[in-house]
């Protein structure tokens, strides 16, 4: 079935390391993302990975998909206070168009 | 700033009545999604059309429906409406019909009272 999990909260001190996991059932993925939604905001693409891949990085954030144990972690290096959002893990399968499944979301809290 | 539009920001109705709310995508997209987010639920797919045609359809109620305009612009019909529908509710815009960057709206959010 459809299924991508995440834990609910996560809490870091400035300037640490923060990483977010997600796990999802459905072999058929074909991407996996991350998007950040920001208080009274939309959501915004960080980043993402095709699913034949295991690692992708950008600037502060890097991706690592285990396709075998279907998890996905996004870590964020020198966590600042503006990362204090919520984080959605989803991913999109084969053949069901451009339809987005997320996880339940991801509280990231940073203290100075 | 995503590049796509929504329209109204906020809406408060009553149950029983009919909303409609719109979205136009980036400039050069093709691809309409619209999402529902609840406190309950969270966030999921309702529909998506591309170039003007159905292309995939998710969770999307009987009293919901939704159209892509011949100038790319959307509109998401919801009537009869329920406390239970009480959302935000986000349109997302791609280039294509299985584009894997899409773009999200700020959002409706819309209170049924």
């Known amino acids: 079935g459809e299924d991508v999990e995440q834990s609910l909260f996560l809490s870091v001190r400035e300037g640490d390391s923060s990483v977010i996991n997600c796990t999802y059932t459905?072999?058929?993925?074909?991407?996996l993302y991350w998007y950040k939604q920001e208080p009274g905001a939309g959501l915004q693409l960080l980043t993402y990975?095709?699913?034949?891949?295991d690692m992708k990085q950008d600037q502060r954030l890097t991706v690592l998909l285990n396709k075998k144990d279907k998890h996905l972690s996004l870590r964020i290096a020198d966590t600042q206070t503006g990362d204090s959002a919520i984080y959605f893990c989803?991913?999109?399968?084969?053949?069901?168009?451009?339809?987005?499944?997320f996880g339940q979301g991801t509280e990231l809290s940073v203290k100075p | 700033d995503s590049g796509v539009t929504q329209t109204p920001k906020h809406l408060i109705t009553a149950t029983g009545q009919r909303v409609t709310l719109r979205c136009s995508p980036r400039?050069?997209?093709?691809?309409v999604y619209w999402y529902q987010q609840s406190l309950d639920q969270g966030l999921q797919f309702l529909i998506q059309?591309?170039?003007?045609?159905?292309?995939a359809k998710g969770n999307i109620l009987e009293r919901f429906s939704a159209q892509q305009f011949p100038d790319l612009h959307s509109e998401l019909n919801l009537s009869s409406l329920e406390l239970g529908d009480s959302a935000l509710y986000f349109c997302?815009?791609?280039?294509?019909?299985?584009?894997?960057?899409?773009?999200f709206g700020p959002g409706t959010r819309l209170t049924v009272t």
């Open positions: 997302a815009s791609s280039s294509g019909d299985r584009s894997y960057e899409q773009y």
């Open positions: 459905d072999s058929s993925s074909t991407y």
């Open positions: 990975i095709f699913s034949n891949m």
């Open positions: 989803a991913e999109t399968l084969y053949n069901q168009g451009g339809k987005l499944i």
């Open positions: 400039s050069g997209d093709l691809s």
């Open positions: 059309y591309y170039n003007g045609e159905e292309r």
